[in-house]
Protein backbone atom coordinates (compact mmCIF):
# COMPACT_ATOMS: atom_id res chain seq x y z
CA UNK A 1 0.00 0.00 0.00
CA UNK A 2 0.99 3.17 -0.05
CA UNK A 3 3.26 5.30 2.66
CA UNK A 4 1.46 8.22 1.80
CA UNK A 5 -1.96 8.77 0.69
CA UNK A 6 -4.44 11.61 0.10
CA UNK A 7 -7.63 12.71 1.22
CA UNK A 8 -9.85 13.15 -0.68
CA UNK A 9 -9.06 11.57 -3.96
CA UNK A 10 -11.22 14.22 -5.74
CA UNK A 11 -12.22 17.91 -4.69
CA UNK A 12 -14.50 20.22 -6.57
CA UNK A 13 -14.78 23.37 -5.40
CA UNK A 14 -15.76 27.42 -6.72
CA UNK A 15 -13.12 29.90 -7.67
CA UNK A 16 -12.53 31.70 -4.38
CA UNK A 17 -12.72 28.81 -1.93
CA UNK A 18 -10.44 27.29 -0.02
CA UNK A 19 -9.24 23.54 -0.77
CA UNK A 20 -7.92 21.65 2.08
CA UNK A 21 -6.00 18.39 0.93
CA UNK A 22 -4.74 15.44 3.61
CA UNK A 23 -2.01 13.21 3.33
CA UNK A 24 -1.17 10.03 5.54
CA UNK A 25 1.36 8.15 5.87
CA UNK A 26 3.04 5.17 8.23
CA UNK A 27 6.53 5.15 9.34
CA UNK A 28 8.55 7.73 10.46
CA UNK A 29 9.93 10.64 7.78
CA UNK A 30 12.70 13.15 7.74
CA UNK A 31 10.84 15.49 6.02
CA UNK A 32 7.41 15.34 3.67
CA UNK A 33 6.81 17.57 0.09
CA UNK A 34 3.96 18.76 -1.91
CA UNK A 35 3.86 18.46 -5.51
CA UNK A 36 1.35 19.71 -8.46
CA UNK A 37 0.84 18.12 -11.55
CA UNK A 38 -0.75 19.24 -14.42
CA UNK A 39 -2.78 17.13 -16.52
CA UNK A 40 -0.13 14.40 -17.18
CA UNK A 41 2.78 16.31 -17.20
CA UNK A 42 5.47 16.79 -15.02
CA UNK A 43 5.51 17.41 -11.29
CA UNK A 44 6.21 20.98 -9.81
CA UNK A 45 7.47 21.24 -6.02
CA UNK A 46 5.05 23.11 -3.97
CA UNK A 47 6.46 23.06 -0.62
CA UNK A 48 8.87 20.53 1.76
CA UNK A 49 8.42 20.61 5.31
CA UNK A 50 10.97 18.71 7.72
CA UNK A 51 9.69 16.79 10.46
CA UNK A 52 10.79 18.92 12.72
CA UNK A 53 8.51 21.89 11.50
CA UNK A 54 5.09 22.21 12.26
CA UNK A 55 3.75 24.47 9.41
CA UNK A 56 4.89 26.29 7.00
CA UNK A 57 3.84 29.25 3.96
CA UNK A 58 4.13 29.84 0.93
CA UNK A 59 2.00 32.36 -0.98
CA UNK A 60 -1.31 31.04 -0.89
CA UNK A 61 -0.41 28.11 0.58
CA UNK A 62 0.05 27.13 3.86
CA UNK A 63 1.19 23.01 5.12
CA UNK A 64 1.08 21.97 8.73
CA UNK A 65 2.82 18.67 9.67
CA UNK A 66 1.63 16.56 12.41
CA UNK A 67 4.15 13.84 12.76
CA UNK A 68 2.30 12.67 16.41
CA UNK A 69 -0.73 11.57 13.67
CA UNK A 70 1.68 11.01 10.68
CA UNK A 71 -0.47 13.19 8.70
CA UNK A 72 -0.05 16.53 6.91
CA UNK A 73 -2.47 18.83 5.30
CA UNK A 74 -2.39 21.09 2.35
CA UNK A 75 -4.80 24.20 2.67
CA UNK A 76 -4.80 26.48 -1.29
CA UNK A 77 -6.60 30.03 0.11
CA UNK A 78 -8.96 31.97 -2.45
CA UNK A 79 -8.24 29.02 -5.33
CA UNK A 80 -8.16 30.18 -9.10
CA UNK A 81 -8.97 27.96 -11.90
CA UNK A 82 -5.30 27.82 -12.53
CA UNK A 83 -5.09 25.85 -9.64
CA UNK A 84 -7.11 23.08 -10.77
CA UNK A 85 -4.40 20.04 -10.95
CA UNK A 86 -3.82 17.03 -9.05
CA UNK A 87 -1.73 17.37 -5.53
CA UNK A 88 0.36 14.78 -4.42
CA UNK A 89 2.42 14.52 -1.21
CA UNK A 90 5.72 12.82 -1.00
CA UNK A 91 7.39 11.60 2.21
CA UNK A 92 11.43 11.34 2.28
CA UNK A 93 13.35 8.59 4.59
CA UNK A 94 16.52 8.53 5.21
CA UNK A 95 17.51 4.43 6.22
CA UNK A 96 21.16 3.77 7.28
CA UNK A 97 22.15 6.65 4.25
CA UNK A 98 19.53 5.23 1.17
CA UNK A 99 17.16 7.49 0.66
CA UNK A 100 13.29 7.19 -0.70
CA UNK A 101 10.62 9.41 -1.35
CA UNK A 102 6.91 7.46 -1.70
CA UNK A 103 4.75 9.55 -3.00
CA UNK A 104 1.19 9.65 -2.51
CA UNK A 105 -2.19 8.42 -4.89
CA UNK A 106 -2.91 12.72 -5.39
CA UNK A 107 -5.85 14.72 -4.94
CA UNK A 108 -7.51 16.06 -8.13
CA UNK A 109 -8.62 19.64 -7.73
CA UNK A 110 -11.01 20.85 -9.95
CA UNK A 111 -11.48 24.81 -9.26
CA UNK A 112 -14.68 26.15 -11.26
CA UNK A 113 -14.72 29.12 -12.12
CA UNK B 1 18.40 28.07 -15.21
CA UNK B 2 17.07 25.88 -17.32
CA UNK B 3 14.75 23.04 -15.74
CA UNK B 4 14.89 19.52 -16.53
CA UNK B 5 14.55 17.54 -19.95
CA UNK B 6 13.65 14.78 -21.02
CA UNK B 7 13.96 13.25 -24.63
CA UNK B 8 11.66 12.28 -26.14
CA UNK B 9 8.31 13.32 -24.88
CA UNK B 10 6.63 10.71 -26.31
CA UNK B 11 7.34 7.31 -27.74
CA UNK B 12 5.31 4.38 -29.15
CA UNK B 13 6.99 0.80 -29.24
CA UNK B 14 5.84 -2.72 -29.76
CA UNK B 15 5.99 -5.30 -27.14
CA UNK B 16 9.07 -7.12 -27.20
CA UNK B 17 10.97 -3.82 -28.22
CA UNK B 18 13.39 -2.00 -26.14
CA UNK B 19 13.54 1.71 -25.25
CA UNK B 20 15.62 4.39 -24.18
CA UNK B 21 14.62 7.15 -22.84
CA UNK B 22 17.12 10.09 -21.80
CA UNK B 23 17.10 12.52 -18.69
CA UNK B 24 19.05 16.05 -18.86
CA UNK B 25 19.24 17.43 -14.66
CA UNK B 26 19.60 20.98 -13.88
CA UNK B 27 22.58 22.33 -14.45
CA UNK B 28 25.14 21.71 -10.96
CA UNK B 29 22.38 18.85 -9.94
CA UNK B 30 24.02 15.40 -9.38
CA UNK B 31 21.41 13.28 -7.81
CA UNK B 32 19.08 11.90 -10.77
CA UNK B 33 15.85 9.86 -9.64
CA UNK B 34 13.77 7.94 -12.04
CA UNK B 35 9.97 7.23 -11.59
CA UNK B 36 7.27 5.52 -13.31
CA UNK B 37 3.58 6.85 -13.25
CA UNK B 38 0.50 4.94 -14.19
CA UNK B 39 -3.57 5.21 -13.54
CA UNK B 40 -3.56 1.93 -11.25
CA UNK B 41 -0.11 2.45 -9.52
CA UNK B 42 0.19 6.00 -9.46
CA UNK B 43 4.17 7.17 -8.91
CA UNK B 44 6.41 4.65 -8.22
CA UNK B 45 10.25 4.89 -7.44
CA UNK B 46 12.58 3.21 -10.37
CA UNK B 47 16.00 4.28 -9.21
CA UNK B 48 18.39 6.82 -8.20
CA UNK B 49 21.72 7.82 -9.50
CA UNK B 50 24.70 9.35 -7.94
CA UNK B 51 28.05 10.42 -9.15
CA UNK B 52 27.51 7.87 -12.08
CA UNK B 53 26.66 5.07 -9.50
CA UNK B 54 22.97 3.76 -8.75
CA UNK B 55 22.38 4.59 -4.63
CA UNK B 56 18.90 3.20 -4.62
CA UNK B 57 16.31 0.93 -6.41
CA UNK B 58 12.70 0.42 -6.35
CA UNK B 59 10.81 -3.03 -6.28
CA UNK B 60 11.09 -3.18 -10.74
CA UNK B 61 12.01 -6.14 -12.60
CA UNK B 62 15.85 -6.60 -14.17
CA UNK B 63 14.42 -5.29 -17.31
CA UNK B 64 14.61 -1.57 -16.17
CA UNK B 65 18.38 -0.09 -15.90
CA UNK B 66 19.96 2.54 -16.11
CA UNK B 67 23.23 5.03 -16.10
CA UNK B 68 24.54 8.37 -15.05
CA UNK B 69 26.92 9.87 -17.12
CA UNK B 70 29.89 12.15 -15.82
CA UNK B 71 27.94 15.18 -16.96
CA UNK B 72 25.09 14.30 -14.78
CA UNK B 73 23.12 13.25 -17.64
CA UNK B 74 20.89 9.97 -17.19
CA UNK B 75 19.66 7.48 -19.28
CA UNK B 76 17.03 5.03 -18.83
CA UNK B 77 16.57 1.73 -20.58
CA UNK B 78 13.73 -0.96 -20.54
CA UNK B 79 14.12 -4.12 -22.22
CA UNK B 80 11.17 -6.63 -23.87
CA UNK B 81 8.90 -4.94 -23.20
CA UNK B 82 5.31 -5.23 -22.08
CA UNK B 83 1.86 -3.77 -22.63
CA UNK B 84 2.38 -3.22 -18.62
CA UNK B 85 5.17 -0.59 -19.46
CA UNK B 86 3.18 1.54 -20.86
CA UNK B 87 2.95 4.84 -18.63
CA UNK B 88 4.96 8.16 -17.74
CA UNK B 89 7.50 8.21 -17.08
CA UNK B 90 9.43 10.79 -15.10
CA UNK B 91 12.87 12.08 -14.17
CA UNK B 92 13.86 14.07 -11.36
CA UNK B 93 16.87 15.81 -10.07
CA UNK B 94 18.50 17.14 -6.70
CA UNK B 95 21.68 19.27 -5.94
CA UNK B 96 22.87 16.73 -3.67
CA UNK B 97 21.48 13.20 -2.21
CA UNK B 98 19.67 12.77 0.79
CA UNK B 99 15.87 13.53 1.95
CA UNK B 100 16.40 17.21 2.58
CA UNK B 101 17.24 18.27 -1.09
CA UNK B 102 13.87 19.02 -3.16
CA UNK B 103 13.54 17.09 -5.71
CA UNK B 104 13.01 19.06 -9.43
CA UNK B 105 10.78 16.86 -12.13
CA UNK B 106 11.58 16.91 -15.94
CA UNK B 107 8.11 17.06 -18.14
CA UNK B 108 8.12 13.28 -18.36
CA UNK B 109 8.25 10.60 -21.61
CA UNK B 110 5.15 8.99 -22.49
CA UNK B 111 5.90 5.92 -23.26
CA UNK B 112 3.21 3.88 -25.45
CA UNK B 113 3.65 -0.44 -25.82
CA UNK B 114 1.40 -1.34 -28.53
Known amino acids: SQQGEEDPQALSIQEGENATMNCSYK?????LQWYRQNSGRGLVHLIL?????REKHSGRLRVTLDTSKKSSSLLITASRAADTASYFC?????????????FGTGTRLKVLA | KAGVTQTPRYLIKTRGQQVTLSCSPI?????VSWYQQTPGQGLQFLFE???????NKGNFPGRFSGRQFSNSRSEMNVSTLELGDSALYLC?????????????FGPGTRLTVL
Open chain 2, 92 to 104: ASSLARGVTDTQY
Open chain 1, 27 to 31: TSINN
Open chain 1, 49 to 53: IRSNE
Open chain 1, 90 to 102: ATGKDTSGTYKYI
Open chain 2, 27 to 31: SGHRS
Open chain 2, 49 to 55: YFSETQR
